[in-house]
């Protein structure tokens, strides 16, 4: 499994003068209106080279934006993941220890490892926990049409058809399978949440169409709670896709090999190969299988490919 290096459309930039925040936390900033309102957490670079987050989250603090009703929080991440990019080894900053997107269960952030992701979450646990809705914002490897990613519940979901982009939806009815998101922290991960997490992914790493995506899927979360003003040119929502997860897979080997090449969004019939994961073999559990980011190398212990259904 090889990755040819991308073109770099979207780069870091210096985000060091972001830093001092108003919580008392790195890279964490606060407004609040001082009428009632959600409280409503935009967060980047959960990832360190997802840099179109960095963008949607640069461009509210820029512009001054602050909120009409309630409170809008933006944080930055993974800050360290994210200035360790190398131009020649553009994916290998995505995480330094641990996936920070995987360890925000009791089980990890209340236990005895150490690494930077786990520092760096155990800081932001309260801003997390402090939120009534959140917006994740990810992006992918590979240039693949962009997705929502949510658990299904309805209050998720009614967000996503609202906001109508992306069209795309991953519907999780039982989590991921290999770690707990940050959407699904403390309360989030339950059906008496406050609110809607999300994670948005907006296509390639460094595409500045994903950086676009971003930019506007934040403007319009942050509009539909009523934080700004919603944009009246925006567009009605197209029409909505949505997939439900049925299997989250982890290579358990070097030699971990898909059947062919693939991008994200191929299908399957019902029992076909799609790799071969070790010992292990990984075969579609239905027809019109559909694949949603597959790895493009073979890391032992990371995600391989989600298996999904339409619904």
């Given at each position: ?36 309102g959600p409280h409503v957490l935009i967060n980047a670079l959960t990832h360190g080279n997802e840099i179109c987050g960095m963008v949607a989250a640069t461009h509210l603090l820029d512009t001054g934006a602050r909120p009409k009703i309630g409170t ?12 360790a990019f190398d131009p020649e080894r553009p994916h290998e900053n995505r995480q330094i220890v641990h996936n920070l997107n995987r360890v925000w269960s009791d089980e990890w952030l209340d236990g005895p490892d150490e690494s930077p992701e786990l ?193």
């Amino acid at each position: 499994m090889t990755q040819n290096p991308p073109d770099l459309e979207v780069l870091p930039r210096d985000i060091s003068a972001y830093r001092e925040g108003n919580v008392g936390i790195d890279y964490v900033h606060r407004f609040e209106s001082g009428k009632p309102g959600p409280h409503v957490l935009i967060n980047a670079l959960t990832h360190g080279n997802e840099i179109c987050g960095m963008v949607a989250a640069t461009h509210l603090l820029d512009t001054g934006a602050r909120p009409k009703i309630g409170t809008l929080t933006v944080s930055f991440a993974h800050v360290e993941a994210y200035n360790a990019f190398d131009p020649e080894r553009p994916h290998e900053n995505r995480q330094i220890v641990h996936n920070l997107n995987r360890v925000w269960s009791d089980e990890w952030l209340d236990g005895p490892d150490e690494s930077p992701e786990l520092r760096r979450a155990r800081q932001l646990r309260p801003v997390v926990a402090a939120a009534d809705h959140i917006l994740d914002i990810h992006s992918t490897s590979q240039d693949v049409v962009p997705f929502w990613v949510y658990p299904a519940f309805d209050r998720n979901a009614r967000v996503a058809m609202a906001i109508g982009l992306p069209p795309v939806h991953l519907v999780m009815p039982s989590g991921l399978g290999s770690g707990t998101p940050l959407i699904q922290h403390g309360l989030h991960a339950g059906p008496d949440a406050p609110g809607a997490a999300m994670v948005v992914e907006c296509g390639q790493h460094f595409k500045q169409a994903a950086a676009d995506l971003a930019t506007e899927v934040t403007l319009r979360f942050l509009a539909h709670f009523g934080l700004i003003d919603k944009d009246p040119a925006t567009l009605a929502p197209e029409a909505q896709r949505r997939f439900e997860l049925l299997q989250t897979h982890v290579i358990q080997s070097e030699d971990f090999r898909f059947v062919r090449p693939l991008v994200g969004f191929e299908t399957f019939a019902k029992g076909e190969l799609i790799a071969n994961n070790g010992p292990d073999e990984i075969r579609a559990p239905c027809d019109d299988c559909t694949i949603f980011m597959p790895a493009q190398r073979a890391i032992v212990g990371r995600e391989a490919v989600y298996l999904t259904k339409p619904l």
